[in-house]
């Protein structure tokens, strides 16, 4: 077939409107470059929110609570979760799981031990224990037990140490100081009052709140409890696989909840990111239609240019299918050429894209997707069967 | 391979064959396979026209022209292409030649064609000694005369396997000695294959032992 090729190469002159091939094998390039840059800079912001390397630990839990309004105040009943909005909350797609957060009814005093001579009226809540991001072994609490596990905000020591301790000149405390000092807890709901051990277990980032172990809350309520104070809840946490979602940010906006607002601003980066890689892959679709178009375009002219001498040696026998081989043999392994330097194009400014994320404590993969290459495939089959389908049209066409 | 011709009658040409005797037009013949067949016809008779409809790259008649049983219009185009790699050879009166190929070329267009070409390029070398073109196998076909271009074509047409080889008036631009020279040679490649073939020419002659001879 080689030597018949060969010969066919003097016959069908390819050559012809050379400068229109050069140009549309640039524009195929182009495209390709633009379309595999765009479902590769997806595929790079999905692993951004969703690969574990970049997850931040608060990202998928988020705490829902009504938005206090002017309106509101004074009207706590106003700000309660009624069960209707709560089984609402737990139907949407987004939420994988949602816990309520219970309130303690009763008064809750702490003082710190010795000498630091501090003392303050606060509060408890306690949410199911599959929300509590430290594990710790003692995060448990059983009737009878004198010592009451806590967990305390971060930002709450964060708040003394930076602002408060300096303000008073007191001195500041670290997480592990926190943990071994044991904390006086008095409980009272006006009749009784108790004293108890705190003891910190933990710093959360999770859910802003003091809180108990859920079995604790449970029986102190029951046993402290005042009647008449808030039995239903007025916060959820929801587990979310995604906070950027741009329906749960509408769903929070529809029903005048709020939760921390840093959690979700990578949603409104993300709808500019998406529209971005939407309008490259857009302008690289449109280029690739166009390279397509004057590809085929290219094969009619040298067809027609090659009327009588195809007639020819379809006359003298030779078979539809040599030429429509020969002559996509002539074609292809350009395509080929233009998606490997395409893709070794992507691989490069994705390596790039790897080493200034990683600088910046983002990790992306150094490689492209898969998905990449699956897209670059798919282009150059794209390519292969237009060029198929027109040599097939217009060989049969010609005689 | 059988060729049939089942009331064959170009249509450009119906009107004026109608008037008289025709041996091929608008008759029911079979040409069996290894005959070899010779049909004269005056000028204007449709000679080329024949040779073209066996060939299958004319089908303005009404009949058929059935091959092993088929009508061309039932073959597919690789079907066809096929038939004409294998079985059916032609030497047009128009020779056909790619001007852009040397004379060599030409004939190792149709030997190669096939992957498994049916001569060796030494064999070629042969036939051109046997036809006296040896010295232009190099040259464009642009240049050769109609006789060395006549030569070649012979040549093309013998390079491949073939059960029936047309040839429409393919001595035209031979001298007797060529002539002599090329009908030998065909003779011989025809005995080897087994093959008929059908040669169309304006008058008698002796260059070969006919089988069979038609009036058109």
Redesign the interface.
């Known amino acids: 077939?080689h030597?018949?090729f060969a010969?066919l190469k003097?016959?069908i002159r390819t050559g012809i409107g050379k400068g229109r091939f050069i140009m549309a094998s640039l524009g195929l390039g182009i495209a390709m470059v633009l379309i595999l840059i765009a479902l590769q800079a997806n595929s790079d912001f999905n692993q951004l929110l969703y690969s574990d390397k970049n997850q931040n630990e608060t990202a998928d839990f988020l705490v829902i609570n009504k938005k206090v309004t002017n309106s509101m105040m004074g009207q706590p009943q106003k700000m309660v979760l009624s069960q209707e909005e709560i089984d609402n909350i737990r139907r949407q797609p987004f939420v994988q799981a949602s816990g309520l957060i219970t309130s303690s009814k009763f008064k809750v005093v702490a003082q710190a031990p010795g000498e630091l001579h501090f003392a303050t009226d606060m509060f408890f809540e306690s949410v199911p224990d599959s929300f509590i991001d430290v594990k710790e072994d003692d995060w448990k609490w059983e009737p009878g037990n004198r010592v009451i596990p806590i967990i305390l905000p971060n930002d709450f020591l964060n708040l003394y140490n930076f602002g408060f301790s300096l303000s008073q000149d007191l001195p500041q405390i670290s997480q592990e100081t926190v943990k071994a000092l044991p904390l006086q807890i008095v409980i009272s709901n006006g009749l009784i009052s108790e004293t108890y051990t705190g003891h910190i277990v933990g710093f959360s980032d999770r859910i802003s709140s003091f809180l108990v172990p859920a079995s604790f809350m449970d029986w102190a309520n029951e046993k402290y409890g005042v009647a008449g104070t808030a039995t239903t809840a007025s916060r959820i946490v929801i587990k979310t696989a995604d906070p950027s979602n741009p329906a749960l940010v509408k769903f929070l906006n529809d029903n005048g909840y709020t939760t921390n607002q840093d959690k979700l601003k990578f949603s409104k980066t993300r709808v500019i990111v998406q529209t971005i890689v939407s309008v490259i892959g857009f302008f690289g679709l449109v280029l690739l239609f166009f390279a397509l178009l004057v590809f085929s375009m290219f094969i009619q002219l040298i067809i027609a240019s090659c009327k009588k001498?195809i007639q020819?040696l379809?006359?003298?026998?030779?078979?539809?299918?040599?030429l429509q081989r020969y002559l996509l043999k002539q074609f292809i392994p350009l395509y080929i050429v233009i998606g490997v330097v395409s893709l070794l194009i992507v691989v490069v400014l994705q390596y790039q894209a790897h080493v200034v994320l990683a600088k910046h404590d983002m990790a992306v993969s150094p490689l492209p997707a898969a998905w990449t290459f699956a897209g670059a495939a798919v282009v150059i089959s794209l390519v292969y069967i237009v060029n198929l389908v027109t040599v097939r049209k217009y060989i049969?066409q010609d005689? | 391979m059988q060729i049939q011709l089942d009331q064959l009658l170009p249509v450009p040409l119906k009107d004026k064959i109608l008037q008289r005797k025709s041996g091929i037009w608008n008759e029911n013949i079979v040409f069996n396979p290894g005959s070899f067949v010779k049909i004269k016809a005056p000028s204007g008779t449709g000679k080329t026209t024949l040779v073209h409809y066996l060939?299958n790259?004319r089908n303005d008649y009404t009949g058929k022209v059935l091959v092993n049983g088929k009508p061309w219009s039932d073959y597919g185009?690789?079907e066809i292409?096929?038939?004409?790699?294998q079985q059916l050879s032609v030497i047009f009166q128009d020779l056909?030649l790619?001007e852009?190929?040397t004379a060599l070329?030409n004939i190792?267009?149709?030997r190669?064609?096939i992957?498994q070409p049916y001569c060796t390029p030494e064999r070629v070398q042969e036939m051109a000694a046997r036809l006296n073109v040896t010295h232009v196998l190099h040259q464009s076909s642009k240049t050769l005369s109609y006789g060395e271009r006549q030569r070649i074509a012979i040549i093309r047409a013998l390079v491949?396997p073939f059960e029936w080889l047309l040839m429409d008036e393919p001595f035209s631009h031979l001298d007797e000695e060529n002539t002599r020279r090329a009908a030998a040679l065909i003779a011989e490649e025809c005995s080897a294959r087994k093959a008929g073939f059908i040669l169309t020419d304006l008058d008698d002659d002796q260059h070969f032992a006919y089988n069979v001879l038609y009036q058109l």
């Open positions: 077939m030597a018949f010969l003097k016959i001498e020819l379809v006359t003298l026998g030779t078979a539809p299918k040599q049969l005689q | 060939y790259i185009r690789n292409a096929l038939l004409r790699q056909r790619f852009q190929l070329e190792e267009l149709k190669v064609m992957p491949q």
